[in-house]
């Protein structure tokens, strides 16, 4: 029987274990010119010092499963990586990787190199400390790729990141902990057009979200969730975002444990969103003007041995692109 190479090539790139592991076997490439979508690696674990460290190795996970996610996108009904130019731009270079201010220094200045070039990244992690490096370069006055606009944040987790009590979090400023507030004051999110969802668990204290409500974020706790469901949670995030351009950040925590049991902070106690439930409502933001996203706290060390939070940050990752994507091509 007889085989094209295209058929065999096809065949090949079906599995995840063939090749080379580049993020979604999407081509490699270090030129800026020819790129609608940036893919980005951000192996950085210096923000969130509370908990083990190796978020820095999250990149690497998902790019060793990525290739089994370069899938049609059946609700949209086309493929991201045929539609428009998605090009994998390799790692964030971190030399001084255990000092986070100089890292948050040095994503800032590789993502305001995309921003110049009108690239849209979408990026995994690493520590949701990378959060605030990525949407300082990307929005707010400077930035080409937002018009000079703030952006509106939709920001999925556990925890609100936005506790700014202290000038640190354990050495680190610009940190996991605070990055949701910082980039209030500094301009570059819109908490009146954004949303964090998924907040759950038994607090530290009283009061824990009374910061991200004083900076002007709407906040749907998973106790509201279970209240009002996919379609009114998503319907109450678009009408906040309204015309905004939006910044996704997807911390892997909100998920239940049972379905991404590899995170940094995971929260047992409550039970979070399962897959099905956050791909509706990130389905939900067709249309919207997504000018970027991530995918943090990933932790492989606690993974399972299928590799199962790392699939399923791949998955998260695609529909990120999927929305971009098809934003782009509609254009």
């Excluded at 908490?191 to 004083?214: C, H, I, K, V």
């Excluded at 991404?260 to 399962?274: L, Q």
Aim: glycine share 10%.
């Amino acid at each position: 029987m007889a085989h094209s190479d295209e058929t065999d090539r096809m065949m090949v790139e079906m599995l995840e274990w063939w090749g080379v592991p580049t993020l979604f076997r999407a081509p490699l490439t270090r030129d800026l010119a020819d790129v609608e979508i940036g893919l980005v690696g951000v192996p950085h674990s210096a923000g969130n010092n509370s908990t083990w460290r190796d978020q820095h190795l999250g990149p690497r996970a998902v790019r060793n499963v990525s290739g089994n996610a370069r899938r049609y996108h059946d609700e949209f009904g086309f493929m991201a990586w045929d539609a428009v130019k998605v090009r994998d731009l390799g790692d964030v270079a971190l030399p001084e990787a255990s000092d986070n201010e100089r890292s948050v220094e040095r994503i800032s200045d590789f993502y305001g190199k995309l921003a110049l070039a009108g690239i849209n990244p979408v990026s995994i992690g690493g520590d949701h400390g990378i959060t605030g490096a990525i949407v300082q370069a990307i929005a707010g006055e400077a930035s080409p790729l937002t018009n000079g606009r703030k952006v509106a944040l939709l920001h999925f987790d556990a925890h609100t990141d936005a506790y700014d009590g202290l000038d640190h979090w354990l050495g680190s400023k610009k940190s996991a902990a605070n990055w949701a507030s910082y980039l209030v004051k500094q301009g570059n999110v819109d908490a009146e057009r954004s949303t964090q969802f998924g907040m759950r668990g038994n607090p530290r204290s009283p009061g824990w979200l009374d910061r991200s409500y004083e900076l002007g974020y709407q906040v749907i706790t998973m106790k509201e969730f279970r209240k009002i469901g996919v379609e009114e949670s998503a319907r109450r995030i678009r009408e906040r975002i309204g015309d905004a351009p939006l910044y996704i950040t997807f911390d892997l925590d909100c998920l239940d444990p049972s379905v991404a049991p590899g995170v940094s902070n995971p929260e047992a106690g409550v039970c979070g969103f399962n897959v099905d439930q956050v791909v509706e409502v990130l389905q939900a933001m067709r249309g919207l003007e997504v000018v970027g996203g991530d995918v943090v706290c990933l932790m492989p060390t606690r993974d399972l041995p299928s590799q199962i939070t790392a699939q399923v940050a791949a998955a998260i990752m695609h529909e990120i692109v999927a929305l971009v994507a098809d934003y782009r091509r509609s254009k």
